[in-house]
């Protein structure tokens, strides 16, 4: 019997469940996170494990380590915006940000993700694209049973820091889009990101950038590592979500739509927090306007 394979929606999904796991271990760091050394050690660790797993699986499975420049460039790019994406959410959400706050943050990307879609790769968007994006925005403001937003009146550097994410995390998508579109595999691409994130954040904190290294516990170390396999797990299944040339605002809506379920269900059946009437309306408005996006 032939198997079934997984498609490009199936991945998207299966990384809004490993977003959910990061954005919880980004939370357990704590306030000796908002010190940019600790940001840029965690990711400079996340950046070994990357290069040491695909390393491995990429040789396994006699993948060439340098394809072609073009593509190494491309994941070099992908490994400089991954640094940044790992370090602001966690020196956000260090600060005091709330993961709630910041998750409809990533939930905005969307907008960039829809300009990316068509001036990069020429997809029209319709009118029944927006009005799926509209609703999902305001499912997902909701789910997160409505985050303050009176932060980004003020403007503390984490603020200044979180007004780039959603574009950072648009243009994340697109090298992850381009590098599927041109054939590069998956963890020949990672092993790069990673070599990225290793090599630069080991010079940052070399040289003194972000101030005094904290010491690093063995119970936070091994927490890191935990955090780079799933961060290498989710860079892996967002460039297979683009397999078959997925839209990047479809793929997102699909990614985020199972992010913001996935907290949902974690403060009801974890934390026993008795979901509010607006965050039920979010939940029943989330999946028609993941419907008229991927349908359309």
């Not at 994410?165 to 994340?172: E, H, I, Q």
């Not at 998956?186 to 290294?213: D, E, H």
């Not at 799933?230 to 040339?245: F, P, R, S, T």
């Amino acid at each position: 019997m032939k198997s079934k394979q997984i498609n490009g929606s199936e991945y998207a999904a299966g990384e809004g469940a490993l977003k959910i796991s990061h954005f919880a271990i980004y939370q357990s760091f704590g306030p000796i996170a908002a010190g940019f050394a600790y940001q840029f050690f965690i990711t400079a660790v996340i950046g070994f494990v990357e290069v040491l797993v695909a390393g491995f699986v990429a040789k396994k499975q006699n993948h060439q380590f340098w394809p072609n420049t073009p593509a190494v460039l491309r994941a070099v790019a992908f490994g400089l915006v991954a640094i940044w994406l790992t370090v602001v959410p966690i020196y956000a959400i260090a600060q005091g940000s709330g993961t709630a706050l910041f998750g409809f943050m990533t939930a905005l990307s969307v907008l960039p993700g829809a300009v990316f879609d068509r001036y990069t790769f020429g997809d029209r968007m319709r009118c029944v694209h927006w009005v799926g994006i509209l609703l999902f925005l305001v499912s997902a403001y909701a789910i997160l049973d409505f985050p303050s937003l009176s932060a980004f009146l003020t403007l503390p550097l984490w603020v200044l820091l979180a007004y780039t994410f959603p574009l950072a995390a648009a243009l994340n998508e697109v090298l992850a889009r381009f590098a599927s579109v041109k054939g590069i595999s998956p963890t020949v691409n990672t092993f790069w990101v990673g070599a990225t994130q290793l090599v630069v954040c080991t010079v940052l904190i070399l040289v003194g950038i972000g101030g005094a290294l904290p010491e690093v516990t063995q119970g936070a170390f091994v927490t890191m590592l935990v955090l780079g396999f799933l961060i290498w797990l989710g860079h892996i299944v967002k460039q297979l979500a683009y397999a078959d040339n997925q839209m990047i605002v479809v793929k997102k809506i699909i990614m985020i739509g199972v992010l913001m379920v996935g907290v949902f269900a974690y403060d009801w059946l974890v934390l026993s927090e008795v979901p509010t009437v607006g965050q039920w309306f979010g939940l029943g408005v989330v999946f028609p306007a993941m419907w008229l996006v991927f349908k359309s």
